[in-house]
């Protein structure tokens, strides 16, 4: 018997040794990978830079920039194989032009002085691959373009999962719910997470979770579904969110509740209740809601905690409905709606042209 302990010990130590050379070599892969991105990000910068103060020595601009990338295309290809096509250099000048301080007034200033005034500034910092830029660049709004920019590195976002969030107008929920400065905000800082408010989307994009937009199901299989996803429902829910439960049950007296749905987000220190609801939002509901609320508040909350918050995710609601019924000062309860499809970005847009105007 001790032989046999002596063994298992040995082997849980070379277990252990070998684990900590695989982390080790890991950590160095993942290293190289990121040194190697982030190398031809600022070579692919300095190309575009390159190209650019060489098109404005041409007397006729347009014609001998062509003409410029079609010869050094010609010639890279020759000489370093693949990776140099007309395209891919235009994306090159393109990047320069967009990711130069300034850049945002690039359309309307395209004076010679444009490059000398972007080559006395330090470059900017990148921190994410070619592919996440190719994306970013697409994106005309100078705004948008930053918080996704600053959300992508701070969540650590693949590509997959930027355009996910890109598509799903990340932005646009975000900034209905808040005022010009604040979508500046927005921009200069990506979301931060200090009150409920801050954490909240309507509508919350479920796509993920394969339910077409007019199809039969029940809450049950919503919640399913949302279970079978949940990875995916964590990345929408948004920063700080961690999944506690489903179908967590607590008893009142003699009655017995189930809330559908349990989460705590550890940057705002609160447990948030979801219920979902396939139908209209009733008084009902939010009423309910109120109830579970109150009860984690006085009976599962920690002290040093901050107060529970409830979200309703239902398919449809009415506002004023909602706001009648709860208090003024709320801060705790809301509705937001729920959408199985991805929602269009330009009638966000105008929603939020439309709130500017107000």
């Given at each position: 018997?001790?032989?046999?302990?002596?063994?298992?010990?040995?082997?849980?130590?070379?277990?252990?040794?070998?684990?900590?050379?695989?982390?080790?070599?890991?950590?160095?892969?993942?290293?190289?990978?990121?040194?190697?991105?982030?190398t031809?990000?600022?070579?692919?910068?300095?190309?575009?830079?390159?190209?650019?103060?060489?098109?404005?020595?041409?007397?006729?601009?347009?014609?001998?920039?062509?003409?410029?990338?079609?010869?050094?295309?010609?010639?890279?290809?020759?000489?370093?194989?693949?990776?140099?096509?007309?395209?891919?250099?235009?994306?090159?000048?393109?990047?320069?032009?967009?990711y130069?301080?300034?850049?945002?007034?690039?359309?309307?200033?395209?004076?010679?002085?444009?490059?000398?005034?972007?080559?006395?500034?330090?470059?900017?910092?990148?921190?994410?691959s070619?592919?996440?830029?190719?994306?970013?660049?697409?994106?005309?709004?100078?705004?948008?373009?930053?918080?996704?920019?600053?959300?992508?590195?701070?969540?650590?976002?693949?590509l997959?999962?930027?355009?996910?969030q890109?598509?799903?107008?990340?932005?646009?929920?975000?900034?209905?719910?808040?005022?010009?400065?604040?979508?500046?905000?927005?921009?200069?800082?990506?979301?931060?997470?200090?009150?409920p408010?801050?954490?909240?989307?309507?509508?919350?994009?479920?796509?993920?979770?394969?339910?077409?937009?007019?199809?039969?199901?029940?809450?049950?299989?919503?919640?399913?579904?949302?279970?079978?996803?949940?990875?995916?429902?964590?990345?929408?829910?948004?920063?700080?969110?961690?999944?506690?439960?489903?179908?967590?049950?607590?008893?009142?007296?003699?009655?017995h509740?189930?809330?559908?749905?349990?989460f705590?987000?550890?940057?705002?220190?609160?447990?948030?209740?979801?219920?979902?609801?396939?139908?209209?939002?009733?008084?009902?509901?939010?009423?309910?809601?109120?109830?579970?609320?109150?009860?984690?508040?006085?009976?599962?909350?920690?002290p040093?905690?901050?107060?529970?918050?409830?979200?309703?995710?239902?398919?449809?609601?009415?506002?004023?409905?909602?706001?009648?019924?709860?208090?003024?000062?709320?801060?705790?309860?809301?509705?937001?709606?729920?959408l199985?499809?991805?929602?269009?970005?330009?009638?966000?847009?105008?929603?939020?042209?439309?709130k500017?105007?107000?």
């Open positions: 018997m001790l032989e046999d302990n002596s063994m298992t010990k040995i082997q849980k130590n070379h277990n252990e040794f070998y684990d900590r050379i695989v982390e080790l070599l890991k950590q160095a892969r993942n290293s190289v990978v990121r040194t190697i991105n982030k031809m990000v600022y070579t692919y910068y300095e190309i575009g830079r390159i190209i650019v103060e060489e098109e404005q020595k041409g007397k006729s601009r347009a014609e001998y920039g062509k003409q410029l990338i079609r010869e050094l295309s010609k010639k890279l290809t020759s000489e370093f194989g693949k990776g140099f096509s007309v395209r891919n250099l235009e994306q090159m000048r393109k990047f320069y032009l967009v130069g301080k300034h850049a945002e007034n690039k359309m309307e200033t395209k004076t010679q002085t444009l490059s000398a005034e972007l080559t006395k500034n330090k470059m900017p910092d990148f921190n994410l070619w592919s996440h830029y190719l994306l970013l660049m697409r994106i005309d709004n100078p705004e948008e373009r930053s918080f996704y920019e600053k959300e992508a590195i701070a969540n650590n976002w693949s997959r999962e930027l355009k996910r890109f598509n799903s107008a990340l932005f646009e929920r975000l900034a209905l719910s808040r005022d010009k400065k604040g979508v500046k905000e927005l921009a200069e800082k990506g979301q931060i997470i200090e009150t408010q801050d954490s909240l989307k309507d509508p919350y994009v479920l796509e993920f979770i394969g339910l077409k937009e007019n199809s039969k199901y029940s809450e049950t299989e919503l919640e399913q579904k949302l279970i079978d996803k949940l990875e995916q429902f964590l990345l929408e829910l948004g920063k700080g969110f961690a999944f506690v439960g489903r179908q967590v049950r607590f008893t009142f007296e003699e009655d509740f189930r809330v559908d749905l349990v705590y987000n550890r940057l705002l220190r609160s447990f948030v209740l979801i219920d979902l609801k396939i139908g209209q939002l009733t008084h009902q509901d939010l009423g309910q809601m109120q109830m579970y609320v109150n009860y984690y508040d006085r009976f599962v909350k920690l040093e905690e901050n107060k529970t918050i409830g979200i309703i995710l239902c398919k449809d609601k009415n506002d004023a409905l909602v706001e009648i019924t709860l208090p003024e000062n709320n801060e705790q309860i809301f509705a937001s709606k729920y199985t499809v991805l929602p269009s970005k330009e009638e966000l847009k105008k929603l939020i042209e439309g500017d105007d107000e």
